[in-house]
């Protein structure tokens, strides 16, 4: 069972950036799909970003909202993903949590949270205008 610890999270002023990180503990992280998803206060948890390889090809993804503001990386050497976010927005206030599931998630599933078996503590991420 892979451990996921995030950090990086904090305090930023709007149109700041920040850079989350998540470090996994399992050896065999690169077959992992990994994802970053937020719950904002009083709202339901919502899909942020993934990413997801097969053989030797990875295929990123993110949500409307963060598009083009959001990057997931991922560094399997150092058993890694990251979330650059630039341009933050008050709205991006949440806790984000560090996701994987243990395989190859196709597209249909990427961004539904049950199709991650595994969960970080979140970090928090507050942005203030």
């Known amino acids: 069972q892979v451990q996921l610890v995030e950090s990086g999270g904090g305090l930023v002023q709007a149109g700041g950036s920040l850079r989350l990180s998540c470090a996994a503990s399992?050896?065999?992280?690169?077959?992992?799909?990994m994802g970053w998803l937020r719950q904002a206060p009083g709202k339901e948890r919502e899909f942020v970003a993934a990413?997801?390889?097969?053989?030797?090809?990875?295929?990123?993804y993110s949500s409307d909202s963060v598009k083009g503001r959001f990057t997931i990386s991922r560094d399997n050497a150092k058993n890694a993903v990251y979330l650059q976010m630039n341009s933050l927005k008050p709205e991006d206030t949440a806790v984000y949590s560090c996701a994987a599931a243990g395989t190859y998630l196709q597209p249909v599933v990427v961004r539904t949270q049950s199709a991650f078996a595994y969960w970080g503590q979140g970090t928090q991420v507050i942005v203030s205008s």
């Open positions: 399992d050896r065999t992280f690169s077959r992992y799909a």
């Open positions: 990413v997801t390889c097969i053989v030797n090809t990875c295929y990123e």
